[in-house]
C-alpha cells in the first residue's frame, strides 16, 4: 500500500511539552492529585509548571492560579486530576486559553456505563472542535525518560521504574503498563517512551505508534491492545512504523469469549475476532506475544535492530542434549539448522575430537580446559557457512569470570567484525559479566528455548523488514461490481463474480427439463444440475445437487428427481428454477470468501474446501484489498500448499491464477465493505490450467438470518 504519512506535530506538544498545568492538584504528594506534580518535579522536568487549585496559591512549591486563563504565557500540556464531572469545564478552560493538548488522569467515562459514555463523547467533540490532543480519560498518562516528563500517578513510578533505553511502550490499560514497567525494571530493560491511552477518547494506539515511529530515541515498540475502533488508521500506523524501520510487537488480548466480555466492560470497545486480528496484525507486519514474557523478550531481542539476512542458523552447546532441545525449537519457529559444510566439521573436530559437529555442535566438557575453542567454533562457522544467526548455550560456565574475560577478547572482535550477524548466548551469570555481554551487541538469555525463541522473533522481524508493501490502485476498487442490497441466489451472485473477472463456469437457469437439455448441449457434456432457490441455503442438506450428467437422458432425469427430492426435504421452499452448468472435471477443491467484519472491516479467506471445509479448517486471512504478494504468501501460508503444490506426482494447481482470484476478490470485498457481510465461493476449484468458482453464497449486512441466499 502507498506509504502513509501521518502528522505527529500536534502530539509533540502533547509528550514533548514545555510548558505543563495540572488541575486538581493536591498538596498532598501521595495523593493522585498530588503525583504528577511530585513526578515532574523528582524527574527533572526543566520547563514552567503550574498547578490549578482555586483555594490555594501555591501547591508543592509550584504557583497555583484559579485557572488556566489567568496564567501568563503559552501552555503546552494540561494534566486533568479532577471529577469526572468537572474534567469538561477543565478542558473548556484549556480550550480558551489556548492550551495545545491535555492528559486526563480521572475516571468514570465509557469504562462504567451511558452518562459515562455521554461525558466522554463530549471529550471527544471538545477535542475535534478546538483541535487540541487528549490523551484519556482514564489512563495513567505518560512518562517521557528522554525529556525528563513523568505525567502520571501511578505508584510504580517511584517503586519499581525501568533505566532508560530505546523501548518506546504503549498500552490502552494502565495497570497493565504499570506492570510491564515494573517486569522492566527486573529484568534490566530501558523504556524511553512509557503512554497509556485508556479509554481513547481521541488519542489512541495508532497515534501513539506513529509518533513513537518519528521518534529518535526508539528503536522498537511495544503495545497492549484490547481492540480498535479504527481499523485503517491502526494499519496506516503500523506500516509507518515499518516504513521507519521500527519493529512492532503486541500482545492482544480478548482471544476467548471471556475476554471478549472483559474487554468490552473494561474500554467498552470490541475486541474482533481473533483470527482475523492475527492475520491482520501479521499482515502489517508486527510481531504478536501471548504473554509479558514473550512481549518483553522479543523487545530485548529487537531493540538492536539485528536484521539477519536469513533463518540459517547454528546451535554452539556445551550439552548434546539442550543443544536437541534447542535445534527442535529453532525448526519449530522456522529457523533452518543446516548439517554443516563437510569443511566446517572437519575444522571443529580436529580441535574438538569428541565433538558433534553435524549441527547442533556439541562441544562437551573439552571446551573447560580452553575456552577459547568456543570462538574458534564460531570463527569456522561463519568463515566457511552462509549462517547468519549463532544460538549458543554455555550453562553456568557465564559465573566463572576469569573464563569469561577470557572468551570475551576474541568473541568481541568477531562481533565488531560481523555486525550483521545475530550472536544470541543462554548463560548463568552474573549481572555484570551479563551487561559486558550485552553491550558488546549479545543477547543473553538464562534460558535456552528463550534464547532460540528470541532468535526465532529476530528473523521474524527481518522477514517483516524485507517485504515488499502491496499497492492496491483505488481504481481498481471503483471498477469492481456492488451487490444491489437485494438477497441474490447463486447464480446471481456468481454473475458478479464474473462481473468482478473471477472465472465462473458456463450455466444457465431453466424451467423445464427440455431447456435443461437444450442448455446442457450447448454448454457441453458433463453437466451438474443444481436448484435455484433463496429459501434453501445449503444445496446439498436436501439433495438439491446432482454430478455427473453425461446424456440428454441422464440431464431430464436428473431434472425431475431433483425436483422430487426438494419438494421431498423443503416443501414449502419457493424454487426458482434449475441451474445447468458445466462441471470441472479434476482439479483441487478449495473454499474463498469474504467476511466483513464489524471491527477490522473486509477480509479475505482462503482454505482446502469442499463440503469439509470445516472439518480440515485449514483457513488464512488477509484484510482486503491486497496485492499479488499478499495473495502468493497467503496461499503458501496453507497447511495444505503441499496438496495445491503438486505433491505425491498430482498435477499442480495454476497457483498464479489462484492468486489472481484472490486479489479481485480482495477488491469486491473493499468495493462492497457497505454491502457484503459475507461471501463464501465453495467450492473454488483449483486446476493446472485455470481457477473457477463453482458454486457461491453470499450474506448481505442487511440480511435476516431467514434471508441468506444461496
Known amino acids: 500500500m502507498p506509504k502513509p504519512r501521518p502528522s505527529t506535530a500536534a502530539l509533540s506538544t502533547v509528550f514533548e511539552p514545555n510548558a505543563i498545568v495540572v488541575y486538581g492538584a493536591s498538596s498532598d504528594p501521595n495523593k493522585i492529585g498530588g503525583r504528577p506534580l511530585r513526578y515532574l518535579k523528582e524527574l527533572g522536568f526543566n520547563g514552567r509548571l503550574y498547578a490549578i487549585n482555586p483555594a490555594r496559591d501555591s501547591v508543592q512549591g509550584v504557583r497555583s492560579f484559579p485557572s488556566a486563563t489567568a496564567i501568563d504565557g503559552e501552555l503546552d500540556l494540561a494534566v486533568i486530576v479532577v471529577p469526572s464531572e468537572s474534567v469538561l469545564g477543565a478542558l473548556q478552560d484549556c480550550v480558551r486559553k489556548g492550551v495545545k493538548g491535555a492528559v486526563v488522569l480521572s475516571s468514570g467515562f465509557s469504562e462504567v456505563g ?25 489512563c495513567l498518562g505518560f512518562v517521557n525518560g528522554v525529556r525528563g516528563i513523568s505525567v502520571t500517578f501511578s505508584p510504580s513510578r517511584e517503586l519499581r521504574w525501568p533505566q532508560l533505553g530505546s523501548i518506546g511502550f504503549v498500552t490502552q ?30 488519542i489512541d494506539v495508532a497515534d501513539c505508534i506513529v509518533f513513537l515511529a518519528g521518534d529518535s ?41 471471556a475476554g471478549v466480555a472483559a474487554v468490552a466492560s473494561h474500554t467498552a470497545m470490541l475486541a474482533g475476532r481473533d483470527e482475523l486480528f492475527d492475520a491482520f496484525l501479521r ?13 518483553l523478550d522479543t523487545a530485548y531481542a529487537c531493540a538492536p535492530r539485528i536484521r539477519p539476512a536469513s533463518p540459517r542458523t547454528a546451535i554452539i552447546s556445551t550439552s548434546g542434549g539442550v543443544g536437541v532441545i534447542m535445534a527442535d525449537a529453532a525448526i519449530e519457529g522456522g529457523l533452518r539448522i543446516d548439517p554443516l559444510p563437510a569443511e566446517v566439521q572437519d575444522k571443529i573436530r580436529a580441535m574438538l575430537p569428541y565433538a558433534g559437529t553435524r549441527n547442533p555442535i556439541d562441544t562437551t566438557a573439552q571446551m573447560v580446559n580452553d575456552i577459547t575453542l568456543v570462538s574458534k567454533c564460531f570463527e569456522h562457522v561463519i568463515a566457511g557457512s552462509t549462517t547468519d544467526i549463532i544460538v549458543t548455550h554455555l550453562s553456568f560456565i557465564g559465573y566463572d569470570t576469569a573464563l569469561m574475560d577470557e572468551l570475551s577478547g576474541p568473541l568481541f572482535v568477531l562481533r565488531r567484525k560481523h555486525p550483521e550477524k545475530l550472536f544470541v548466548l543462554s548463560m548463568l551469570c552474573s549481572e555484570n559479566i551479563r551487561r559486558r555481554y550485552e553491550a558488546a551487541g549479545f543477547l543473553v538469555f538464562e534460558d535456552p528455548t528463550r534464547a532460540v525463541q528470541a532468535a526465532v522473533k529476530c528473523n521474524t522481524a527481518a522477514a517483516f523488514a524485507r517485504e515488499a508493501f502491496s499497492r492496491v490502485d483505488a481504481a481498481d476498487t471503483r471498477a469492481m461490481p456492488i451487490m444491489n442490497g437485494k438477497p441474490a441466489t447463486e447464480f446471481e451472485a456468481k454473475q458478479v463474480l464474473r462481473a468482478a473477472g473471477i472465472p465462473v463456469p458456463a450455466e444457465a437457469v431453466v424451467d423445464s427439463a427440455d431447456a435443461a437439455v437444450s442448455e446442457a448441449c450447448s454448454i457441453g457434456f458433463p453437466v451438474v444440475l443444481k436448484v435455484v432457490s433463496r429459501d434453501i441455503p445449503h444445496k446439498t442438506e436436501v439433495g438439491g445437487v446432482i454430478l455427473n450428467l453425461s446424456t440428454p437422458e441422464a440431464v431430464v432425469a436428473g431434472f425431475n428427481e431433483l425436483h422430487a427430492r426438494v419438494h421431498a426435504a423443503a416443501p414449502h421452499a419457493n424454487i426458482e428454477g434449475i441451474l445447468v452448468g458445466k462441471q470441472i472435471v479434476g482439479g483441487i477443491e478449495t473454499i474463498a470468501g469474504i467476511l466483513n467484519d464489524p471491527v477490522l472491516g473486509p477480509f479475505v479467506m482462503l482454505g482446502l474446501g469442499g463440503i469439509f471445509a470445516e472439518v480440515f479448517n485449514d483457513v488464512v486471512f488477509r484484510r482486503a484489498p491486497f496485492g499479488i504478494e499478499h495473495a502468493s504468501k497467503m496461499i503458501r501460508e496453507l497447511r495444505s500448499f503441499s496438496v495445491l503444490d503438486g505433491a505425491r506426482g498430482q498435477s499442480r494447481a495454476d497457483l498464479a491464477a489462484l492468486a489472481d482470484v484472490l486479489c479481485r476478490l480482495s ?44
Open 114 to 138: 451511558s452518562k459515562g459514555a455521554h461525558m466522554q463523547a463530549q471529550i471527544t467533540a471538545l477535542a475535534r472542535a478546538s483541535g487540541m490532543r487528549i490523551l484519556g480519560p482514564n
Open 173 to 202: 490499560s494502565g495497570a497493565f503498563g504499570s506492570h510491564s514497567a515494573a517486569v522492566c525494571c527486573n529484568r534490566g530493560l530501558g523504556l524511553g517512551m512509557w503512554i497509556t491511552t485508556g479509554n481513547e477518547a481521541d
Open 217 to 257: 530515541h526508539t528503536t522498537v515498540i511495544v503495545g497492549y491492545i484490547e481492540g480498535c475502533r479504527d481499523a485503517p488508521k491502526l494499519a496506516a500506523a503500523l506500516d509507518h512504523a515499518r516504513l521507519n524501520g521500527k519493529q512492532v510487537i503486541l500482545l492482544k488480548a480478548g482471544t476467548s469469549d
Open 283 to 295: 499482515q502489517h507486519g508486527v510481531i504478536r506475544a501471548r504473554s509479558v514474557d514473550e512481549l
Open 667 to 710: 477488491r469486491l470485498a473493499a468495493a462492497n465493505v457497505g454491502t457484503i457481510q459475507s461471501m463464501d465461493i465453495n467450492p473454488l476449484i483449483a486446476c493446472p490450467d485455470g481457477v473457477f468458482a463453482v458454486d457461491a453464497m453470499v450474506v448481505l449486512l442487511s440480511d435476516s438470518a431467514s434471508e441468506k441466499c444461496a
